[in-house]
């Protein structure tokens, strides 16, 4: 089956500039996570949906960084007021919620660069 | 603190030998998982084998194993009969719930291994 979807694959923008990725996770999975690799901070967490629930955006870099998700299915994060900082690439995992293991399947992620 | 060591940045390996990549983790809470991925040069993170805290045994996917010693907080993973396709970037990573329903990931730095011919 198809497994997690994200585009683009790769976004270049100017400092300032608002960006937005997504993130199509495999049907069926309730659980949908954002991880944000750097070279500097290696694979950090950013932001967590289940279902209908609030997100969990206790991992969130600061207020510039905003996520949703829509009809339970597809998800957006959008980061406003980019940085060079921001420049890093951005994962998607998402899994079935089911018992243990609870396995996450990541995407193939999204290369943000800021000039 | 660390949650996640892994203390080897780089291994080399020759092609048809077994090769353990080091993990060392740290909590507190009883409940917990361990997964390992592996990332190649593409970049996308797949999933390779899991072992759960209560579990008793060692898990194992195929030609990969975990070494799970669960006093000494350490979970390395064993890849048998190297195959140069081994070669990518390794990741150990734990899984934590105290309560909620965020099974978020904490990955270690991941290991470089590179499988020679």
């Known amino acids: 089956g198809a497994g997690v979807s994200q585009s683009p694959s790769n976004k270049v923008t100017e400092k300032g500039k608002d960006v937005e990725l997504r993130c199509d996770p495999i049907s069926g999975h309730t659980a949908l996570y954002w991880y944000r690799q750097s070279l500097g901070q290696g694979l950090e967490f950013l932001i967590y949906f289940q279902g209908n629930s609030a997100p969990d955006k206790s991992g969130l870099p600061s207020d510039r960084f905003s996520a949703e998700r829509t009809g339970g299915s597809v998800s957006t994060l959008t980061i406003q007021r980019t940085q060079q900082e921001d420049s890093a690439v951005y994962l998607c995992?998402?899994?079935?919620?089911?018992?243990?293991?609870?396995?996450?399947?990541f995407g193939p992620g999204t290369r943000l660069t800021v000039l | 603190a660390q949650k996640i060591t892994q203390t080897q940045p780089g291994m080399f390996v020759q092609e048809k030998e077994a090769v353990t990549l080091d993990c060392t983790y740290d909590t507190s809470d009883p409940s917990y998982g361990l997964f390992w991925y592996k990332q190649p040069s593409s970049g996308e993170m797949i999933f390779l084998i899991y072992q759960g805290s209560y579990d008793q045994q060692n898990a194992t996917e195929g030609r990969y194993s975990l070494n799970f010693q669960k006093a000494r907080k350490s979970a390395n993973l064993v890849i048998s009969a190297s195959q140069l396709g081994d070669s990518a970037m390794y990741f150990c990573?734990?899984?934590?719930?105290?309560?909620?329903?965020?099974?978020?990931?904490?990955f270690g730095k991941g290991t470089l291994l590179t499988v020679n011919p």
């Open positions: 995992a998402s899994s079935p919620r089911t018992a243990p293991p609870d396995t996450q399947y």
């Open positions: 990573a734990m899984s934590e719930n105290s309560g909620g329903s965020n099974y978020k990931l904490t």
